[in-house]
Each structure stands twice: as structure tokens, then as C-alpha cells.
T-cell receptor, first 112, second 112 residues
């Protein structure tokens, strides 16, 4: 069964700290992996998409990596800010138009 | 930037009533999806739609659910006879050939 797991479930850090969010998936035949941000009661904002042929993607202070052989992806946030407080979700899909399989998310709180 | 729009943002319905959730995907996208998120739980896949037909559906998507793309722009999810456990946030998403999935802000469905 294809599953996605995120650790930790919640994380609290002081402003300015660099941090890493972890995502693992059971099926290494992953096609692409997508990271999202979700604010409370809101929709999903796509942050980064990593295609299976790539090892990482960067956008501003965010860097996501993908290691298919180990079944892991990480989202690195540099110089965290209180505005980064949200739930971060990773999701994998296994073919071109396929469904996304979501992890349960990591709730991040960045304290001023 | 083009976005996926969903209406209504909040729907309150009596148990047993029919409800239709509406979505306008991004105009040149090819793949369309419905997901739901019960409060405090993972985002779950319901159904995907491509080339005017369902391409995949989950176990959740039983005979009470149906989808339509009636006019080439709208994409609807109908629940025929709602149950209390259908209360959730419902997300529509669309995707082009290689782009990431883009999500709407969701419809919060409350069944009384």
C-alpha cells in the first residue's frame, strides 16, 4: 500500500532558526513529490514540485530534496519567520495524472 | 496568476439532502480532482477525471457521489443523500500536462 508519513507532527522554533521537515514514502516508484502549505481553515498552496528525475528544488528560502532510494524527502526552511507558521504537507503521486497521496502534515510554529 | 475557484465557501445541509459543490479549474488544465479533509485528518483522494471520464476513484467515492464537467469549464461534485460523516472540507484541484496540481480554497460542508 502506498503511504506517506511526516515527522514530526508538530514543531515549534524561535524566529531565525533553520529547520528541516521530513517526509517518507513506502513506494520508491514515486513519479513526483509535491510540498504544500496549509493555513488554518484554508486551502492548499503548492510550494515546490520535485520530479522523479530531480534531486532537489529551491524557491526563495525553501529547498526540497528527494531521495527515491531511501523513500525520503525533506523540506528545508532557512531563516524561519513567524509568517512561516502553518501546516506543511507532502504528497506523492505515481503516474502522470495520478492522485496525490498525502502525509498527515507537520504543524510549524515560529515564535517571534 | 490563474487559480482554481470553488463555490460556495461554506455549505450547510440537512442530512439526507443532495448537495452540489462547484469548481472552476484553470482553463487549459487537463486533469481534475476532488479531495476531502475531515477535521484533523489527512487530505484524502476521492476521484480524478480526465478526457471527460473518471480515471480513478477511491473506496470513499461510492454510489452516493458523482462528478460532472457539464460545460467545459465547471467541474462539480454531487453527493446524493448526505450523511453526517460527509462533513469535511472538500478541495478541487486541476493540473496541466506536467505542472503541479493546483488547489482551490475548498468548500466547508457541514451536515446537520
Amino acid at each position: 500500500k502506498q503511504e506517506v508519513t511526516q515527522i514530526p507532527a508538530a514543531l515549534s522554533v524561535p524566529e531565525g532558526e533553520n529547520l528541516v521537515l521530513n517526509c517518507s514514502f513506502t513506494d520508491s516508484a514515486i513519479y513526483n513529490l509535491q510540498w504544500f502549505r496549509q493555513d488554518p481553515g484554508k486551502g492548499l498552496t503548492s510550494l515546490l514540485l520535485i520530479q522523479s528525475s530531480q534531486r532537489e528544488q529551491t524557491s526563495g528560502r525553501l529547498n526540497a530534496s528527494l531521495d527515491k532510494s531511501s523513500g525520503r524527502s525533506t523540506l528545508y526552511i532557512a531563516a524561519s519567520q513567524p509568517g512561516d507558521s502553518a501546516t506543511y504537507l507532502c504528497a506523492g503521486f505515481y503516474n502522470q495524472g495520478g492522485k496525490l497521496i498525502f502525509g498527515q502534515g507537520t504543524e510549524l510554529s515560529v515564535k517571534p | 496568476e490563474p487559480e482554481v475557484t470553488q463555490t460556495p465557501s461554506h455549505q450547510v445541509t440537512q442530512m439526507g439532502q443532495e448537495v452540489i459543490l462547484r469548481c472552476v479549474p484553470i482553463s487549459n488544465h487537463l486533469y481534475f480532482y476532488w479531495y476531502r479533509q475531515i477535521l484533523g485528518q489527512k487530505v484524502e483522494f476521492l476521484v480524478s477525471f480526465y478526457n471527460n471520464e473518471i480515471s480513478e476513484k477511491s473506496e470513499i467515492f461510492d454510489d452516493q457521489f458523482s462528478v460532472e464537467r457539464p460545460d467545459g469549464s465547471n467541474f462539480t461534485l454531487k453527493i446524493r443523500s448526505t450523511k453526517l460523516e460527509d462533513s469535511a472540507m472538500y478541495f478541487c484541484a486541476s493540473k496541466g500536462s506536467i505542472q503541479p496540481q493546483h488547489f482551490g480554497d475548498g468548500t466547508r460542508l457541514s451536515i446537520l
